[in-house]
């Protein structure tokens, strides 16, 4: 089976940075997603990692370390609307399988 | 481009009947893959398509199916609804199977009386 682990809250201020940590232990890993949910809506896609290392795209980035099985995405010059939870979730070899983490709620404060 | 359609948007039926929802992807999308998400257990893969075919399944008993059609709509059912179904179902497409951003659409609200 596919553990995937992650924090259930965090709290931080307008204009900081957080980061939201996400461990994950599976057999046959093909790449990390990281996707936003507000309340109500649709989760949407913010980042995917299938190799070690950092991408950025723009306030967001993602890293990725297959040897520890370890994730993080770092969100930078909080605004309001960041206010959300993310999703980690990991894709298998075969076919389209997400494996989804428990999510972690982001409240944003003023 | 419209994005991922899933009708109807809120359903509210009692136990022991069945409903089926229904999920059109992104035009030239081909692959669709349905989820459960409740507070309790969070996202869970039901199950996936491509060109007509189940590819994948997840954890969930038989009272669950799907099919996919030839353009590449997909609906899926459960029968006899429980009380523990009550939940928000989500329907991601992409344009073929593998290692790519699924785009949701934006749920069916099911609630369970």
Request: with cysteine.
């Amino acid at each position: 089976g596919q553990n995937i682990d992650q924090p259930t809250e965090m709290t931080a201020t307008e204009g900081a940075i957080v980061q939201i940590n996400c461990t994950y232990q599976t057999s046959g890993f093909n790449g990390l997603f990281w996707y936003q949910q507000h309340a109500g809506e649709a989760p949407t896609f913010l980042s995917y990692n299938v190799l070690d290392g950092l991408e950025e795209k723009g306030r967001f980035s993602s890293f990725l370390s297959r040897s520890k099985g370890y994730s993080y995405l770092l969100l930078k010059e909080l605004q309001m609307k960041d206010s959300a939870s993310y999703l980690c979730a990991v894709i298998k070899a075969a076919g389209n399988k997400l494996t989804f983490g428990g999510g972690t709620r982001v409240l944003v404060k003023p | 481009k419209a994005g991922v359609t899933q009708t109807p948007r809120y359903l509210i039926k009692t136990r022991g009947q069945q409903v089926t929802l229904s999920c059109s992807p992104i035009s030239g999308h081909r692959s669709v893959s349905w989820y459960q998400q409740t507070p309790g257990q969070g996202l869970q893969f039901l199950f996936e398509y491509f060109s007509e075919t189940q590819r994948n399944k997840g954890n969930f008993p038989g009272r669950f199916s799907g099919r996919q059609f030839s353009n590449s709509r997909s609906e899926m059912n459960v029968s006899t609804l429980e009380l523990g179904d009550s939940a928000l179902y989500l329907c991601a497409s992409t344009l073929l199977p593998g290692n790519q951003p699924q785009h949701f659409g934006d749920g069916t609200r099911l609630s369970i009386l």
